[in-house]
């Protein structure tokens, strides 16, 4: 199970627009929406290369810096260390319970990693997606940088003193040199809204504009390829891992009679959420792009579906896991009121993704390329989910929160 966790995508630029049918979603937003997997992880240690000055359609071999694109939120230290003269006292510090933390050797150094949270990736075994970085300075512990994965599939790793951050559109590898982090190799991809991958790669040694988009799109596969589930790095939860309160929660029902949406929500809690780690509350979100119904023994529905699974703490559902299943859903229909899924043919991911996705889509291509790219509507319409499951079920709960990141207010 652990090497699929590893493929699925998690809190990504894989979104979800305000569709009819199963993607029915109105309102207004308003939270900003939560920072998605689209932007990297922190690059701290890299070279700030200002774009050139050129004609848009070379940029690339011009020497356009692709890091431009990315304009990650500037991160404030939450680990406590003040007076703090080993580790050991920052673990011990009770304003640091409900983080965690683990010690591991990076580059030349070793190093404390204080977690925001774990999540469950195995039984009693606990992986984190963010960490703030610690050394011991001259004067005791001093704060070094902070990272963050895109999601879930993606636990922090730890491979021949290489500190790897990644996502579904990116992978960055990390050394520490003179109490610094620094990035030794970087690649990730962009589509645009037709569906076309561009990919970029650089070195410590290099900048994007050494490689080709083809050399950039094989090492992209190389730096996924070199991800090993002996390199994750198990957190300890500071507290205890019971630190963090629980409730007993409704199972979630699709809001109304649609006989595809109910089977497909179906499906998703009883085949798909179980392959993530266990948690309070799994909620499939299904965005439409079309249904064939002509042949009622294989009714065929197109969409891009995402599940998310959360842990009630307190009125607050964190999320845990969860991922991105695009794909054709075919179904047979049992009479007028109800279906049943009987196959699913998934989208593939990284280099696999956009092949596959031509494949299943077929003319729906475009339009499945639109819905997936507006991360704005999936924020919304996932937050109007939320807000109707609440409400159904009259329960006291005022917000959600993804991991590593600032609640978002249902009401």
């Given at each position: ?234 957190f300890s939860n500071i507290g205890g891992d019971d630190n963090a309160e629980s409730g ?164």
């Amino acid at each position: 199970m652990k090497n699929k966790v590893l493929s699925l995508l998690i809190a990504t630029a894989l979104s979800t627009a305000l569709l009819s049918g199963c993607g029915n979603a109105s309102g207004t937003a308003e939270e900003p929406a939560v920072q998605q997997e689209s932007e990297p992880a922190d690059t701290a240690g890299a070279e700030e290369t200002p774009a050139a000055e050129t004609d848009e359609s070379d940029e690339y071999a011009a020497g356009f810096d692709p890091s431009d694109v990315y304009t990650p939120e500037e991160h404030h230290m939450k680990t406590y260390i003040e007076g703090c003269d080993t580790f050991t006292q920052i673990i011990d510090k009770e304003e640091n319970r409900g983080m965690a933390y683990a010690n591991v050797h990076i580059g030349d150094t070793d190093v404390l990693l204080v977690a925001s949270g774990t999540y469950e990736y195995e039984p009693d075994g606990y992986a984190a997606i963010d960490s703030e970085i610690f050394y011991y300075g001259d004067n005791g512990p001093e704060y070094m940088d902070y990272v963050q994965a895109g999601g879930t599939a993606y636990p922090l790793m730890v491979i021949n003193d290489t500190l790897y951050i990644g996502g579904n559109h990116f992978m960055i590898k990390y050394t520490i040199r003179d109490n610094a982090l620094v990035v030794s190799e970087e690649a990730y991809v962009e589509y645009d809204t037709d569906g076309n991958a561009t990919y970029y790669y650089r070195t410590e040694d290099t900048s994007f504009a050494d490689h080709t988009p083809e050399e950039a799109e094989a090492k992209f596969g190389d730096l996924f390829g070199e991800m090993d589930e002996n390199g994750i790095v198990w957190f300890s939860n500071i507290g205890g891992d019971d630190n963090a309160e629980s409730g007993s929660l409704p199972r979630y029902e699709y809001p109304d009679d649609d006989p595809y949406c109910n089977a497909i929500t179906e499906y998703f809690l009883d085949e798909i959420a179980p392959q993530y780690a266990e948690a309070d509350l799994s909620v499939p979100q299904i965005a439409e792009i079309d249904v064939d119904e002509s042949d009622p023994e294989d009714v065929k529905v197109w969409g891009n579906f995402q599940i998310w699974n959360y842990d009630l703490e307190g009125d607050v559902l964190k999320t845990v896991s969860g991922g991105t299943h695009s794909g054709l859903i075919h179904l047979k229909k049992t009479d007028e009121r109800t279906a049943v899924v009987t196959s699913f043919d998934e989208v593939g991911d990284g280099s696999d993704f956009d092949a596959s996705a031509r494949k299943i889509f077929g003319d729906r291509y475009d339009r499945f390329m639109e819905v997936y790219s507006d991360e704005e509507s999936r924020e919304l319409f996932r937050k109007n989910i939320l807000i109707e499951y609440v409400e159904s079920n009259g329960l006291n709960i005022t917000a959600y929160q993804d991991y590593g990141w600032d609640p978002v207010t249902l009401f």
